[in-house]
């Protein structure tokens, strides 16, 4: 009879998780997952906008004859490594947290 009192599984996990954010006298921990999702979210949406923009930009020069074929592969990578290069800071930890973001 204890046994069925007791929640089992993913409902056991998420109620401890929960037991502990509600327990901790401030909300930087539950604060701190909203800004980094927030910050990721923007990150890639700048790499890959971006990416995607210099790539188009690239293929209507190809389009157009500006651009020969090992040129424009050459350009392509290049567009890639700055893209994965300004997606590189969401790897890293945030200087600062700012409450009024929420």
Known sequence: MAAAEKPQGKIHTLASLSMFH???PSLRKV???IHIGRRMKTIALQSAIGGMAL???GM???ATGHLPPVAGAVTQE???VA????ALPAALPGKY???DEI
Do not use: G, H, V
Request: no cysteine.
């Open 55 to 57: 790539s188009m930009a």
């Open 22 to 24: 509600l327990s901790q």
């Open 78 to 80: 290049i567009i890639d």
């Open 31 to 33: 604060d701190e997952p």
């Open 97 to 99: 947290l700012k409450s």
């Open 83 to 86: 893209a994965l290069l300004n």
């Open 60 to 62: 209507f020069l190809a």
